[in-house]
């Protein structure tokens, strides 16, 4: 119930397409949902993050979907450039639980020129 | 200065022996965090500690130790290597006080157990 399964694993989009991942949750008390971006050579950093009161978080050309019926919230990168090759990680936690996260397996993004 | 250090940044040993990975951090942050990440598997908490006295287990915590010598400082020991423990390891920060939740981490340490 702890669990966060992300998908696709890998991702390759052309340059000006739109990258979607996806990530499925099971524990309803979770109730904040970051996204982390790692580039190889470094650690991960927050990207962008939601909490379930919206459905819709937009920043720049980063879009986080929130469906807390179907317990999915998604990540979408428009007009995706080759500097947003990366691996992408969702992750989810719940108030009271000390700041940990729960991370998804990790997407791979390949965005060719 | 990286305000999320990690040393070594790339380690090789051998099977059996002990190595500590080390993790220190200028951002004044109470909370620090060891992950373990693999190919497929994602990020997965190993140990977490609330301050210097408050060090928790995480999901893989087997195998692992840590020590808190400061607010600033938290090391991660492999008392015995094994090569199931080769993986790419990161510590993070986070700070409790302002209430968010976001997650600082470090570079990394490569770690291949022959």
């Known amino acids: 119930q702890q669990q966060v399964k992300q998908s696709p694993q890998s991702l390759i989009v052309q340059k000006g397409g739109i990258s979607i991942i996806n990530c499925a949750y099971e524990n309803t008390a979770f109730d904040y949902f970051p996204w982390y971006q790692q580039f190889p050579g470094k650690g991960p950093a927050l990207l962008i993050a939601?909490?379930?009161?919206?459905s819709e978080k937009k920043e720049g050309r980063f879009t986080i979907s929130f469906n807390k019926s179907a317990k999915q919230f998604s990540l979408h990168i428009m007009d995706s450039q080759p500097g947003d090759s990366a691996t992408y990680f969702c992750?989810?936690?719940?108030?009271?639980?000390?700041?940990?996260?729960?991370f998804g397996q990790g997407t791979t993004l390949q965005v060719k020129p | 200065d990286a305000d999320v250090t990690q040393t070594p940044r790339n380690r090789i040993t051998k099977t059996g022996k002990r190595i500590m990975l080390e993790c220190s951090q200028t951002?004044?942050?109470?909370?620090m965090y060891w992950y373990r990440q693999d190919p497929g598997l994602g990020l997965r908490l190993i140990y977490y500690?609330?301050?210097?006295?408050?060090?928790n287990k995480g999901e893989i915590s087997d195998g692992y130790s840590v020590s808190r010598q400061a607010q600033a400082k938290f090391s991660l020991s492999l008392e015995s290597a094994i090569p199931n423990q080769t993986a790419l390891y990161f510590c993070?920060?986070?700070?409790?006080?302002?209430?968010?939740?976001?997650?600082?981490f470090g570079p990394g340490t490569r770690l291949l157990v022959l």
């Open positions: 500690s609330f301050d210097v006295k408050d060090i």
């Open positions: 951002k004044g942050h109470d909370r």
């Open positions: 993070a920060t986070s700070d409790s006080l302002t209430g968010q939740e976001t997650q600082y």
């Open positions: 939601i909490r379930p009161d919206v």
């Open positions: 992750a989810a936690s719940f108030t009271g639980n000390t700041g940990k996260l729960i």
